[in-house]
């Protein structure tokens, strides 16, 4: 049995028929082929499957794929403005131009060394895109807060503070 | 040379694929046909298996193959195990088993089919006659007489012992004022990587060639021990790591997965794909620690310490891994630490219980041994009512000292251990700490304050003192286009060295960190290796790519000279060209002179043509980084709650290539440290029921765990390899654990108590405060 589901991932468009059970981090990954989505624990502890749905962060190894339907995605090869994958997905890199630049929380990871191995970046990155969309300005203390739902076993933590920090300030730079 | 590049904190080459999701980890890789492999594990700890019966699994939809332990006997060879101790007795673990399970998620069978659900589904209809048997999960129980012996055959569960002795012992405890004796328990961790393991296997009939695609921190290693297990042709086998997300220790094995999987892609000729669970992760990927060590010091009053003796029982699980049986014995070369303990003694029972293997963690014998001798310091001290700082300076060996020799064989390279304490001290300014607990005190909160100074071994490491080959290998070579390829042995999983050996061959070669590419995981590409762990990539593996990249830059400064009529001594090589040092204007540009070694006509008379060197570096010693900790806790009374207030972390591990990477070593070191320290505990029940065995049971340490980190350096360069640098992936991780295990001992000193075993959970925190149910104090 499958059923039909439609969805709009990283500004793109998807119809698919899918079986009731598959999850939306398989269907992501295996239908749609983003493997940007990584799966850690498939019981949302460990947050490296985190994409956002309809603008807000969710863990899309314990959602359906049907549960999704409807809905607008972005993963994380949608997050910079010139993905080879996603165009236009309304999230914006924090530049308000569609000019083909890392997101300011990318470019944050990257300066701040935010990343070892990598594995839970994407997770990461987009729970930090949730935060700063609610908070402008976070402290130390909402940051940690807020990406108390991602785990990371490499960095300790404090380098993607001040990358998401580093975000913050450049997000507001933008804007003013 | 110029150093424009090396000591800066460059950002890093590999991160623009990795922030936008765009690189491949082994789960992230599909091919044409791809099959997906999953496998039944026992939910026994301990049992016969009397029957398997595949029946039904191999006609459910989708299913192409189902196999059990019996149906690949003698097709594929046990897991490997390369640490060898005398008279240790043999624990190999098959692949799958056979007639009986040793521990909760050994694998017996294997299923594959068209879809990863379908392959699930089938474990489902696998029917396994198990007749359960007694489980022994306490190594204490397991060695205690009349225990049945795990593996038949065997008179009883102790692996091996081992023993080591240094200095006259005995005058040592003959002449001491007092002797302190403490039991110190290390937990069994779990590595938890972010990225579980997988596999993906490709045959290729025609060729006859094999790729196995693996989370590994060792490809090289892992082809070796893939072609022995599958008696397959060593040079048609071909094994990648691509992207991996993380290791720890956990990934620096082999795993029957790896053989399995590869077998199975030969088998149907069709490529498979295996990703590991969580909760296999938890279950059948290697443990950590794990220890009980029993301590005896013998002190003078003063506070020095005249030698140390400690029994270890050293859990070893079921069966070998890679490294099992030789983890605990890295605890006994480091037991007496960055102190001059004249005399010293271990003795270690290796045990077999009904549990995953232990195997190298993050540090690796080493936290052990780190936490063994500062609980040791800090005993010493409460026991003659002094500072810990005190008796750790009155122990240090000083500067002059160095090359020192430990009363265990070693000989510690470089070292200066007082400016690290001065300097951690001066960082906290611990006086102050001191007062303000004091103050504290009185109002009735409990602050606690914790030291640790530590030394480590690393840069594994002279290959005498290694299982299998201790040296690394590096090729450089300048393309024709001038790009230059750097091919490590090492196998970096998210430390850097993308970054940290373009760096140097920016600076040696005088071009830019862009022009400079590494290439590392792929064994058709790279020289033969041995891999990243033991904190080695940088001084051993970084010290290869430093003498290949020298050995081009003489053949280049030969060409320059040659084409200038200068000497190839006198070439300097900046910014993108090479000019003879007494008159600059005297240049080639890089490109040309790698240009002509590959049009070769206008050559020195009998130069080869090319551009390309390999070293095989081989280390005289180990390294010893060091540092000092200091940590504040403050506990909640009414709670037992652990909450970290400061952490102060002073660490010298040589000299620097890249600042920030070394920087986020430390402090993800640290946190694998608090984790140990106040959160994590691999718990199996009487029954070897792993009950922690998801993240949802087994804590990792989250961001709202920690508090700031406090990170400062010394600089005391190794002599032991030419860019005198002595590594820093498992420094954080061994330098902590005693600085939190102190601090909360100090802040419970009120309530008469000296020592906590990890983890420091509330409850237990919360009872030591209590007699009766009420406060004490």
Redesign the interface.
Known sequence: MSVEIQLRVNGKEHQSAV?P??LLV?YL??VL???????????S??G?CTILLDGKAVKSCTLLAVQASGAEIT???G??GN???AAGNGIGNGTGAGNGA?HAV?EG???K?G????????GM?LAAVDLLQRNKNPN?GE???A??G????????????EAVQYAAKKMSARKR | MTTRFIGKPL??K???R????????V??L?LAGMHYAAFLRSPYAHANIRSVDLTKARHASGVVLALSGADIDGAVQPVPCAAQIPDMKSGARPVLARDRVLFVGEAVAVVVATD??AARDALDLIEVDYEPLTPIVNPEKAIAKGAAPLHPGQKDNIAYKWELEGGDLKAAFKSADKVIKQRIVNQRLIP?????RGVLADYQPGEGQLTVWSATQIPHLLRTQIASMLNFPETLVHVVAP????G?GSKLNVYPEEALVAYLAIQLGKPVKW?E??RENFQCTIHGRDQIDDIEVAIKKDGTILGLRCHVIADLGAYYQLLTPLIPTLTGLMMTGCYKIPAARMEITGVFTNKMSTDAYRGAGRPEATYLIERALDLVAAELKKDPIEVRRKNFPQPKDFPYATPTGLIYDSGDYLKSLDLAIKVADYKKLRQEQAKLRKAGRYMGIGVSTYVEICGMGPSSAMPAGGWESATVRVEPTGRVSVMTGSSP????QETTFAQMGADILGIDPSQVQVIHGDTSIVPYGIGTFGSRATAVGGTAVYKSLHKVKEKLARIAAHVLGSDPERMVFADGTISAKESPKKSVPFGQAVSAAYVAKTLPAEMEPGLEATTFFEPSNFTYPFGTHICVVEIDAETGDVKLVRYVAVDDCGNVINP??V??QV??????SVGQALLEEAVYDEQGQLITG???DYA?P???D?C??ETERTVTPTPVNPMGVKGVGEA?TIGATPALAGAVADALAPFGVRHVDMPFKREKIWQLMRKNGRRVQ
């Open positions: 079986e059970r598959l398989h990954r295996d082929g983003l493997t940007g989505t990584h799966i850690g624990c498939e019981t502890i460990c490296a993963t994380i090869e997050l910079a993905s080879h994958k890392l990318q990871f990257w300066e060394h990343l070892q191995c990598g594995f839970c970046t994407p990155i130390e940051i940690r807060g990406l108390s991602n785990l990371c076993r490499c960095t300790g933590y404090q380098h993607i503070i | 950002k890093r590999e991160d623009p990795l922030i936008q999701g765009i690189s491949h980890y789960d992230d599909n990863r659900y938890v990587p972010i990225e579980p992207e991996v997300g993380g720890f990703t669970s969580r999983h998210g430390q850097g920030l990477l920087e986020g402090q993800g070191g640290i946190v694998q998801e993240l949802m990792l989250r961001a709202t920690m700031w980190i954080g």
